[in-house]
């Protein structure tokens, strides 16, 4: 009986994710880390990174907590970002920001955005938009910072 | 027909215009009434017919409009007083809403009165405006803010409290009723407790308004505050309550026009009450519209009311326990009508959304009480006000809408 337009923006793929978020664990050692905090909503992560020489991310992890929406953007978002370049990357996280405030249909625009594409009906719950893009913005402050000196031990 | 012995939800619901409107195509279904509740016609009026045919600024002008406008802010003023049994008119100053009312006594009786060494009691459950004015005034002045804990059911630990009144203590600022849990604290003790160490104690009034009768001479608090659109009027105003001898003594919160006797630039006389805390053009509109919503509010039967808030909390209780795994936040021995819950495998944002589809409007997040969250170990709750308005039938809606979120989540 799911016949409402809750259904647009609770898909399956993004239940799921939910239920068994992807690369959900701290990462150790890792050369980028930062913390993300929506004060509005309490959603809480810390974003893992470890970059290769060649500045590609080798890995991405998160934790934390937060709501459905947060916690399955944070584990589309890892999973698609893995082996990307920061290039690629960044221009990921350009194309997102248009797709969630509405900007972008993926339908018809060229993109890069693959399976994150599911987030185009979330800018119709505008209250909810920031709850999407939380991980996207730790993950870019965990890549502007000084990278730490990866330790071997 | 009088409303007095006759309180009937319908005819109510009929004094509610926005309980007209339709939510995604669904009738808007308005528990959100802790945040803010909605404005019977008869407050909308008021406000509309001041801007249509009273414009004006008050204290100002001799011509006709002035004075009527000055007239009905001061008649404002009055019903106030007599809403508080306050002692005289003058104890009432108007303020943009409770965060501003505190955040008027922490500056100025605070600054002047209080200093390194003293302290200010406050409780676990206090909401964000009676925590960081405080913190605000502690880094000023050098006094210590101390915290009272709550216990599981999100009581005020009375003993606890008690050990924490001393000769230091020099304010105390407690909530009457919580925002977040709906307990209901015993003002009066607490009051007689704070007065017995020497401390003056302020009443954070924001959510007991609009659930009990208030008489602040009887309570024998030295403050007290509140929000104008949690009691049916509009956003942006408020009052402070305070005794007299208290603000007599205390300098003005802002400089500028209203608050002064004669300017000079050598030096500046101050008004006398209420006018001193008074600067600049005031509200009037939302004095007129609060003042209205009083009027409304004494229109009713308040007991009979209060039978129907109760009423809907006992059976919003039953049928939401009902659900599998929902938790209560805040199950004190008295309560008002503040359904605060948690549900396993659903974070609270989800199914604020899920339930908005349905056309139920309810808070959810953490109503600006940080550490009760912190103390029950939850980001957040999901939170049910109700309000005179409501229906058992709303609530078999919230709760049909809880039970189709969660077939989504299971
Ligand atoms: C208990 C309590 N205190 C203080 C406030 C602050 O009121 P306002 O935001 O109207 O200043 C609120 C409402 O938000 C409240 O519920």
């Known amino acids: ?153 | 027909m009088n409303p007095k012995t006759n309180f009937d939800v319908r005819t109510i619901r009929k004094d509610f215009p926005n309980l007209n409107v339709h939510v995604h195509g669904k009738p808007l279904v308005y528990l959100d009434n802790a945040a803010t509740t909605l404005k019977p016609r008869q407050v909308i009026d008021a406000i509309s017919q001041h801007y249509r045919e009273e414009t004006s600024n008050v204290h100002r002008g001799v011509h006709f409009l002035s004075e009527q406008a000055t007239k009905k802010y001061e008649k404002a003023r009055e019903k106030i007083q007599h809403f508080l049994n306050a002692k005289e008119s003058a104890e009432i100053i108007f303020t943009r809403g409770t965060t501003e009312s505190i955040n008027l006594v922490a500056q100025s009786y605070g600054r002047t009165f209080l200093k390194s060494g003293d302290e200010i009691l406050i409780s676990r459950m206090e909401h964000h405006s009676n925590i960081v004015p405080w913190q605000m005034l502690c880094e000023q002045v050098g006094c210590r803010l101390v915290v009272s804990p709550i216990n599981e059911k999100g009581e005020l630990i009375w003993d606890e409290f008690k050990k924490r009144l001393s000769a230091k203590t020099k304010l105390v600022s407690i909530v009457y009723v919580s925002n977040s849990l709906g307990t209901i604290n015993p003002v009066g003790d607490i009051i007689d407790a704070g007065h017995h160490v020497g401390a003056k104690v302020l009443i954070d009034g924001a959510q007991a308004v609009s659930h009990t009768e208030i008489d602040v001479q009887g309570l024998n608090c030295d403050f007290f505050a509140f929000s104008g659109h949690k009691l049916f009027g509009p956003t942006g105003i408020g009052v402070l309550y305070g005794k007299r001898e208290l603000l007599d003594k205390m300098p003005p919160y802002q400089g500028g026009g209203d608050m002064i006797a004669t300017v000079t630039f050598e030096k500046t006389l101050y008004n006398v009450l209420p006018y001193k805390f008074e600067a600049g053009t005031p509200h009037v509109a939302g004095v007129i519209g609060l003042g209205a919503a009083v009027d409304y509010v004494q229109s009713l039967d308040r007991d009979k009311a209060e039978e129907h808030k109760e009423q809907l909390l006992a059976y919003g209780t039953q049928e939401l326990l009902k659900i599998p795994g929902l938790r209560l936040i805040g199950t004190a021995k008295f309560k008002t009508a503040i359904l605060a819950f948690v549900l396993p495998g659903i974070h609270p944002h989800d199914l604020g959304t899920l339930v908005d589809r349905e056309g139920v409007a309810i808070r959810t997040g953490h109503h600006c009480t940080q550490p009760i969250m912190q103390f029950f170990n939850i980001p957040a709750t999901s939170r049910a006000s109700l309000s005179i308005y409501n229906t058992q039938k709303e609530i078999d809606t919230l709760v049909r809408a809880v039970k189709k979120a969660k077939t989504i989540f299971d």
Request: with cysteine; net charge neutral; glycine share 4%.
């Open chain 1, 1 to 153: 009986m799911m016949t409402n337009d809750n259904q647009e923006l609770y898909q399956q793929v993004i239940l799921d994710h939910n239920k068994k978020p992807r690369n959900f664990a701290k990462l150790d050692p890792a050369t980028h880390t930062a913390e993300g905090y929506n004060p509005l909503c309490g959603d809480h992560l810390n974003v893992y990174l470890r970059l290769s020489p060649q500045h590609t991310i080798d890995e991405i992890t998160f934790s934390g907590d937060g709501c459905a929406i947060s916690k399955a953007s944070a584990s589309m978002m890892t999973t698609n970002l893995k082996g990307k370049s920061i290039d690629e990357t960044n221009k990921m996280f350009e194309q997102f920001r248009e797709l969630i405030n509405g900007k972008l249909n993926p339908q018809k625009d060229p993109n890069i955005l693959g399976r994150l594409a599911i987030f185009s009906n979330i800018w119709h719950y505008p209250a909810r938009v920031k709850c999407a893009s939380l991980c996207w913005h730790t993950m870019k402050a965990a890549l502007d910072k000084e990278p730490k000196a990866v330790s071997t031990e």
